[in-house]
């Protein structure tokens, strides 16, 4: 393999860094150097390539499969998560019987991947499938009895749930009495037994689960259902006579589905999703290809991909018009259809931006005129404030101030709540301990979101708590939380190939974070305004070369301060390629920024 030439790379340490626009110390992310020099030499890996893998605790031996990693070499056995056997030797008997099967999914992007995938599976084998996705407005999330019911009056009498299940108790007993056998298929966290009268739970997070799979989402728990089902429908002569379903053919939804979850990106889930953005990037679901071409997505298929263009599409159908929409579109094979659905998602997305910023508005001038901008954890409450866009507003506000916020829509004399946290900061933990004390109606959720119901008088007496009680949680995580980067380039790095190289380290996500580059010592020569908040930047280095920058959101920022602000920048941020000039141009992408002082 060809290294760059030794100017293309600056193998240097940090610059000093004072007043970052996010507040934090900048670090290196350590490498070992002899695992480093053993990769290039033994593989033949460019440096940087070696260095980003040694940072993320790549031993020299496993370069290889970690930069191409295969399914048939990680892929587990399903039947090691519990109740898997169970679960599938009773879907198993169904197919073989010609029993109706019923599929009751959540209505975020991981529900409905799962419930698509699912569909698609049992519609190759040939096999009748309901499926049921309820309304997040009118019915709220988590199957209830009469969904149930729903099914059951289609003939399913076996109801599969996914994305959810674990906590519903009530629902699953009452519907078990009249005949119905529930198999859930859920990855939330669970603090108790599964439910007593469902046929199987299969959870990796269920506390007796020894699986380790916990990185699975509810799509990447319906694939190993699927892989278990098929292997056992195999063993029993299904497939004589007929062809087996292509499940490399499934990843797309599952990865989609991981991907949006937030999942790690370590082991069989990166794995999963590698696969999964090859078969995204053939083309073989119409429904995402014609939605993927709706958003505009260019170049090689990424967990951006997935995460910031078709994701949020997927998830517009959830939040403020009904899943079935992307449903319909993950499942169909009709091209011309696939293309009026990702129409509509489309402009739903737009709808939802749209409402999404108002709320946001609203949202920040309470928070000025109330004075909770210098809270520990940022509660705010609006009337009217639609229910499918507060945990978006929700993750801004925590941007914008560096600390949990928890944003509660009003409806009537009840409010319900989004919130989003901080690293170190058990949001989670917190909303379950107010539950407790009687402050909320109901809540839950894990340590960087949580959801809850509250009665509207309660409001002021839960942010007391709230405050109380993560008050030195949050000052500690944010006097220690620092902003961690790969490496110090030179100009030059900033290309197309630069970039393929860096995306071989890929799929990049939570647990394998995607390389950040700092570029030292910068004039910003112009900065243009593009957008409604975002900032084009073009820098040069002390010897004239150019470099195109983008920050995204930053105007009316301290980042945008910054770049605005300083005669020369450190800049730190992930170098992508620049598909509208083409070639190997590249363009950074700018993630915080520094003066630079003399």
Known sequence: MMHPEPAFFDDVALPDISGAASGR????????????????????LDPQLARILSARGVA?????????????????????????????????????????????GDYDVDGTTAAALLHRYFAALGVRLSVYLPDRITEGYGPTADAFRSLMNDGAN???????????????????????????????????????????????????????????????????????????????????TRPEPDLMGLLDLAALGLVCDVMPMTGVTRAMVSQGLKVLEAGGNVGLAALGERA???????TYHLGFLLGPRINAAGRIGHARLAFEMLTTEDKARARALADKLHVLNAERQAIEAAVQQEALQKIETENLGEDDIIVVAGAGWHPGVIGIVAGRIKEKFDRPAIVIGVEG?????????????????????????????????????????????????????????LADDVKHARANRTFVTDAVIGARAVSKSFADMVAQAGPFGVGNPEPVFVLADMRPAHVKLVGANHLAVTMEDPSGEKVRAIAFRADGEKLGAVIRGAQRLHVAGKIRPDDWRGGDAGQLQIEDAAPATA
């Open 25 to 44: 110390a900048w670090t290196l992310r350590p490498a070992d150097p002899r695992d480093v020099a053993t990769m290039v030499q033994r593989s033949g």
């Open 60 to 104: 020299p031996d496993d370069a290889g499969s970690y930069l191409e990693p295969k399914l048939r070499n990680i892929l587990p056995d399903p039947y090691v998560l519990k109740d898997m056997e169970r679960g599938v030797g009773r879907l198993a008997d169904a197919v073989v019987n010609n029993e109706a099967i019923g599929v009751f």
């Open 158 to 240: 076996i109801i599969v749930t996914v994305d959810c299940g674990a906590a519903a108790h009530d629902a699953i007993g009452e519907v078990a009495a009249d005949g119905a056998e529930v198999i859930v298929l859920d990855h939330h966290l669970m603090s108790g037994a599964p439910p007593a009268s469902a046929y199987a739970t299969v959870n990796p997070n269920r506390l007796d689960d020894i699986s380790g799979l916990n990185t699975l989402s509810a799509a990447g728990v319906a694939y190993l259902a699927v892989v278990a089902l098929n292997r056992r429908l195999r063993e029993a002569g299904f497939f004589k």
């Open 296 to 302: 505009g997505a260019k170049g090689r298929a990424s």
């Open 413 to 469: 004399a009840v409010g319900k709540g989004s919130g989003r946290s901080i690293t170190g900061v058990d949001l989670g933990s917190a909303v379950a301990a107010a539950r407790e004390k009687g402050l909320l109606v109901n809540g839950g959720g894990h340590a960087m979101a949580a959801g809850l119901t509250v009665s509207e008088e309660s409001i002021p007496a839960l942010r007391d708590y709230l405050v109380g009680a």
